[in-house]
C-alpha cells in the first residue's frame, strides 16, 4: 500500500480530492473484459491498483508520472476504459484515471480536424459534427468509446471503414507524456503550424506511438490528439422517439439507405464487398452472422433460445451484410442505387425488405429464400410445436409499416451513430472472447472467420462454448473494399473453469494458425507471450518494442501490461536467445 506520504504528495499534484486509495473503489478498477482468460489462475479480478489519480490537464499528469518515476511506482492511464488492457498488471501501479480531461479542444471545419482530450466520447463529438456537416470514424464497440484512446492506443475498427478507414490511420497529431513526464508534441503542431499532420520534421514517430494495434497506454500518457473528419452528407440531426434500447426514427432524408443483404454464400459476399467498394458504393458495411443475427431479433436469452431452435437463422441468414448507401445529392444516390442493384444482381444478393414502401413487390430471389423456411422442416409436428413462437415471429417480419420503421431505426443506430448494444454479444452466455480479426484482404478475413468456425465445433460439441452454430465472424470492408476484417467471436461460461480453460486453448490456437496458416498478426496478438510468439514470423518485431519500452520508459515507470516488460522473459526468448 502507498505510505500517507506518497498519498499526500499525489493529493498536493491534483487536489486530494482527487485521489482515491478506499479498497472497494479500488475493485471497481480491477474487473474488466475477460480477467478469467488474462489472469493464470483464473481469476475473476486483476491487481487491485494502489490508487486511483484524476488529474485535470497535461501539467498534473507530466507531474504525476514524474513522481512515479521518483517513487518507483507505475502508471496506467484509462480514458473511458472497455477491457483488460484498462487494468494494472501488477502491486505499486497507480490508475490515472482521465476522467476530468474531458474537452474538445478545437473543431476545423474547414479543414476536417478535431482536436479532443482523453474522455471526449464519440457519440458526442458525432453529435456536434453531424450539425457542422462532418463526421468521424467510430469503433464497433459503441458510441461511447474514445476517439483519442481507439487513434493513440488501441485497435481501432468500426462499421463506417469503407469510407473513413480505422483508427489509426486519421491521428493527425498528438501531445504526448512520456514515461519520464517530459511532454512532447507531434508533427505540424509542435512546430505551433497546426494540428495537420503527425509527421515531420524528421522520421514519423507514429509506428513508435502505434504501430499495428497500440501501445494500450505502456509508452506514457496522450493528452491531446487531433483527429481526420469526413464530410458528412446525412442531416444534421435525427428525430427519435420510443426509449433503449428501441429508439425508433420518425424518418431518414431519401438520399440515405440502409440495407440488409442476403447472400447465397460467401464467395458471393466477399465479391459484393469487392465491387461495392470499387465503385465507392457503401458508407459502411458489417458482416452479421446467423447467431447476431437472432439476438438482435430477439430482448432476452428464452426468445433467443426459441428463434434458434427452429433453424430459420441458420438456413436463411449465414450470409448478411448490412451496408449503409449515402448520396451528396439526388442525382448522385440515384447512381449509387442504381450501381448497387446491378452488383447485387451480378453477385446473386438480395436486399431483404427492412424499409420498403408498402406498395414495393417483394423480389422473387427473396421469396425462394423464404420458402426454405418450411422446407426444411422435416417434422411438422415439430412445426406445429413451434408454432405460437412462429406466428410471433411473423408479426415481427417486416411486412407492415411500424416492423420496418423499428428494423431500420436498428440499423441506423448500429451504422451510423454506432450506439449498438455491446452488452447484446455477452447476453447469451455472460462472457464472450474474440480471435483472429488481421486487417489484410476481405477475402482472407473469410478464412480466417471459417478456421475459427470449425475449430469452435471441436469444443462445442463438449459442451464448452455455447453452441452459436461456430460461425461468429464479425467485421467489414475498409477503404473502399481494399482492406478486409473478421473477428471470430466465441461465447463461453465465465463460471465454468473447464469452459474457461477451452477459451485459453483456442485463442493460443488461434495465434499459432496465424503463423501456420499465414494470416497475419491478430486482435488477441499483444502483450509479452504473444509478441514473442508472433515477432519472429513478423520482423522480429517484439525485440523493437523492448527496446522501444527501454529507450522511452528507463524507469519502468508505465505499466507494460499487453506491451512488453524489458525485465521479462518468455520461453520464445530464451529459445531464441533473446
Known amino acids: 500500500m502507498l505510505s500517507s506520504e506518497e498519498i499526500r504528495v499525489l493529493g498536493d499534484t491534483v487536489g486530494p480530492e482527487w485521489v482515491c486509495t478506499d479498497p472497494c473503489m479500488m475493485d471497481t478498477y480491477s474487473y474488466y473484459m475477460n480477467p478469467e482468460i488474462v489472469n493464470q489462475e483464473g481469476s475473476l479480478w486483476l ?26 511506482l507505475m502508471v496506467k492511464p484509462i480514458s473511458t476504459g472497455w477491457s483488460a488492457t484498462a487494468a494494472a498488471s501488477r502491486d505499486r501501479v497507480i490508475v490515472l484515471d482521465l476522467k476530468r480531461m474531458d474537452r474538445i479542444i478545437e473543431i476545423d471545419v474547414k479543414n476536417q480536424i478535431a482536436v479532443v482530450e482523453p474522455y471526449v466520447k464519440a457519440i458526442i463529438l458525432q453529435t456536434i459534427l453531424w450539425k457542422e456537416g462532418l463526421n468521424l470514424h467510430v469503433v464497433s464497440c459503441g458510441g461511447n468509446h474514445s476517439p483519442l484512446a481507439s487513434t493513440t492506443s488501441a485497435w481501432g475498427t468500426g462499421l463506417d471503414g469503407p469510407s473513413m478507414s480505422y483508427s489509426g490511420r486519421n491521428l493527425l497529431g498528438v501531445e504526448w507524456v512520456l514515461p519520464t513526464g517530459d511532454v512532447l508534441i507531434l508533427g ?33 500518457v496522450f493528452t491531446k490528439a487531433a483527429l481526420k473528419l469526413y464530410q458528412w452528407d446525412g442531416p444534421p440531426e435525427i428525430e427519435v422517439g420510443g426509449c433503449s434500447p428501441h429508439y425508433i426514427i420518425k424518418d431518414l432524408p431519401s438520399n440515405i439507405g440502409l440495407f440488409m443483404l442476403s447472400f447465397p454464400d460467401a464467395k458471393a459476399m466477399v465479391e459484393a464487398g469487392y465491387r461495392m467498394g470499387e465503385a465507392g458504393i457503401n458508407y459502411a458495411d458489417f458482416r452479421l452472422p446467423a447467431f447476431m443475427c437472432a439476438i438482435g431479433s430477439t430482448d432476452d436469452n428464452l426468445d433467443l433460445k426459441r428463434i434458434w431452435e427452429t433453424g430459420l437463422f441458420q438456413k436463411i441468414a449465414n450470409y448478411i451484410m448490412i451496408t449503409a448507401v449515402i448520396g451528396y445529392s439526388p442525382r448522385e444516390f440515384e447512381w449509387k442505387m442504381k450501381a448497387f442493384r446491378q452488383i447485387l444482381s451480378e453477385v446473386g444478393g438480395v436486399n431483404l425488405p427492412i424499409n420498403l414502401p408498402d406498395n414495393t413487390r417483394v423480389p422473387e430471389r427473396l421469396l425462394k429464400r423464404i420458402r426454405r423456411i418450411v422446407e426444411f422442416i422435416d417434422d411438422p409436428l415439430k412445426l406445429l410445436r413451434k408454432l405460437p413462437f412462429l ?19 436498428e440499423l441506423f443506430w448500429v451504422m451510423l451513430r454506432h450506439a449498438n448494444n455491446t452488452q447484446g454479444n455477452f447476453r447469451p452466455s ?20 471459417d478456421w475459427i468456425a470449425q475449430k469452435k465445433q471441436e469444443y462445442i460439441k463438449k459442451g464448452l462454448f455455447l453452441d452459436d452454430g461456430g460461425d461468429l465472424g464479425c467485421g467489414g470492408t475498409f477503404e473502399q473494399g481494399h482492406m478486409g476484417y473478421l473477428e471470430g467471436i466465441t461465447l463461453y461460461s465465465s463460471k465454468d473453469p473447464r469452459s474457461v480453460e477451452a477459451a485459453g486453448k483456442v485463442v493460443e490456437e488461434a495465434v499459432q494458425a496465424c503463423i501456420d496458416e499465414a494470416f497475419g498478426i491478430p486482435i488477441a496478438g499483444f502483450g509479452q507471450e504473444m509478441n514473442a510468439k508472433l515477432g519472429p514470423h513478423c520482423g522480429d518485431y517484439h525485440k523493437w518494442m523492448k527496446r522501444i519500452k527501454e529507450a522511452l520508459d528507463p524507469n519502468l515507470a508505465v505499466d507494460p501490461f499487453f506491451y512488453v516488460d524489458p525485465g521479462k522473459k518468455t520461453d520464445e526468448d530464451d529459445s531464441q536467445g533473446g
Not at 484524476?54 to 512515479?68: D, F, Q
Open 47 to 72: 491487481t487491485r491498483p494502489e490508487a486511483v489519480v484524476m488529474p485535470a490537464n497535461t501539467r498534473e499528469v507530466s507531474e504525476v508520472v514524474r513522481l512515479c518515476n521518483r517513487l518507483n
Open 188 to 220: 505540424s503542431a509542435g512546430e505551433g503550424a497546426g494540428w495537420f499532420t503527425a509527421d515531420g520534421p524528421g522520421p514519423s514517430l507514429r509506428g513508435i506511438v502505434r504501430g499495428y494495434q497500440g501501445a494500450f497506454g505502456s509508452l506514457g
Open 391 to 409: 406466428q410471433d415471429l411473423i408479426s415481427r417480419l417486416p411486412i407492415n409499416k411500424r416492423q420496418r420503421q423499428k428494423n431500420l431505426s
Open 430 to 449: 455472460q462472457a464472450m472472447l474474440t480471435t483472429m480479426g488481421t486487417f489484410d484482404t476481405w477475402d482472407l478475413g473469410i478464412r480466417q472467420s
